[in-house]
C-alpha cells in the first residue's frame, strides 16, 4: 500500500486508518513525506504502532523505532534537500505464530548536499568496519554503522532507478522473545 504520510495524520497518527492495512499475518507500507525533521516523530509513532499491533517484544519495538528514525534522519541530513520527497518502507510478516520477519527501507532523493550512491555507502562501511570505534571520539558518525548494524541480520545499499539511494535492513523475530 503506497500513501503520503499527510494522509495517516492529522494531530495524532490515525489507528484505525493504520489498522485497515494491517492483515492477520502482515503488513507492507510504502510512506513518501517531505523530508523534514518534523516529521520524524509521525514516522517513529506509526513503525511502533505497528509493532505493538503484531506483539513486537517491548524491546525489539524500542529498536525498531530506533531503527527507524536513524534511516530517516539520515535521508534528511544528507540524501534530500527539504521539501524533498523520501520513501520509507515498513514491511512486517509473520510466517509462523513465532516467527516474525521484518524489513525496513528509506530511499533518499539524491538531491541532498551530501547525498551518496550504494558504492560511496559501501566504501564508508568498509571504512567504518576497519576502525577501532573505542578510539572514536565524535558523538556523530555512531547511528547506521555502529549502533543499527550491530542490532538488524542485514544492512544494505541500492541505488533505485537513478532517483535515490535506499537503505534497507532487515530483522527476524520471535514473538514475545527480547532476543
Ligand atoms: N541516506 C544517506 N545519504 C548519504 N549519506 C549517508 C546516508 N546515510 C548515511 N550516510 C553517510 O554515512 C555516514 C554514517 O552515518 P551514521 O548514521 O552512522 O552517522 P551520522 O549520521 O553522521 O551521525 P549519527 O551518529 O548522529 O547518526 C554519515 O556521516 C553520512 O556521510
Ligand atoms: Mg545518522
Redesign the pocket.
Known amino acids: 500500500m503506497k500513501v503520503d504520510l499527510h494522509t495517516l495524520w492529522d494531530i495524532e497518527i490515525d489507528e484505525s486508518r493504520l489498522c485497515e492495512y494491517c492483515t492477520d499475518d502482515s503488513i507492507h507500507l510504502e510512506i513518501s513525506y517531505n523530508s523534514d525533521f518534523r516529521n520524524a516523530v509521525f514516522l517513529r509513532k506509526i513503525a511502533d504502532f505497528i509493532c505493538k499491533h503484531y506483539w513486537v517484544h517491548p524491546k525489539w519495538r524500542t529498536r525498531i523505532v530506533l531503527i527507524v528514525d536513524?534511516?530517516n534522519?539520515?535521508?534528511i541530513?544528507?540524501?534530500?534537500l527539504k521539501w524533498g520527497s523520501n520513501l520509507f518502507e515498513f514491511q512486517l510478516v509473520k510466517n509462523t505464530c513465532w516467527n516474525i520477519d521484518i524489513r525496513i527501507s528509506?530511499t533518499?532523493a539524491w538531491n541532498?548536499l551530501?547525498?551518496?550512491n550504494a558504492g560511496?555507502?559501501k566504501e564508508?562501511r568498509d571504512q567504518?568496519n576497519s576502525k577501532d570505534f573505542s578510539k572514536h571520539h565524535?558523538?556523530?558518525?555512531?547511528?547506521?554503522?555502529?549502533?543499527?548494524s550491530r542490532l538488524v541480520d542485514s544492512l544494505e545499499f541500492e541505488d533505485v532507478d537513478k532517483k535515490g539511494?535506499k537503505?534497507i535492513v532487515t530483522k527476524s523475530l520471535q514473538v514475545h522473545s527480547d532476543s
Open positions: 536513524e534511516l534522519n539520515n535521508a541530513e544528507y540524501g534530500t528509506v533518499d541532498g551530501h547525498a551518496k560511496n555507502m564508508l567504518h565524535s558523538i556523530r558518525g555512531r547511528g547506521l554503522f555502529l549502533i543499527i539511494l537503505v
